[in-house]
């Protein structure tokens, strides 16, 4: 049997997996083992512009590439992905959650919901203050 071999990501969190499949299978099926998603590609598909919009991206590699070598370039793609990520969440939620007062400090629900009434009657106040 004649089998490809490649990496494939999913598209929503951008995990790689490793991909060996035989050379005649024309549907690509599986589950991101990251996020949960089912991903499925037509393969040796024309790309058109119609149909579903992708939700894998598949990159083949040579038949004659070693299996462990494929392994380490996953998690070499992996690992970028985890830290992209990372820096992500820091840059877009860093001040956000410093600007709030003490959130490690809630330790019930009704704390949190007491909390942001509070908050909201602050900011009702300086608005009729200024008004």
Known sequence: MV?????????????????????????????????????????????????HPPTVLIRWRPRVMPWHALRAEMRNRNDL?????????????????ESWDNRAGFRTASSIVQARADRAQQILERQEEGA
Do not use: P
């Open 81 to 97: 992905n985890r830290r992209r990520r990372a820096q992500d969440i820091a840059r877009d939620h860093g001040e956000a959650l």
């Open 3 to 51: 089998f490809r071999q490649g990496i494939w990501a999913c598209l929503d969190c951008g995990h790689s997996h490793t991909l060996r499949i035989r050379e005649d299978v024309l549907e690509f099926d599986r589950y991101c083992r990251s996020c949960q998603r089912r991903c499925r590609q037509r393969l040796d598909r024309a790309r058109t512009g119609q149909g």
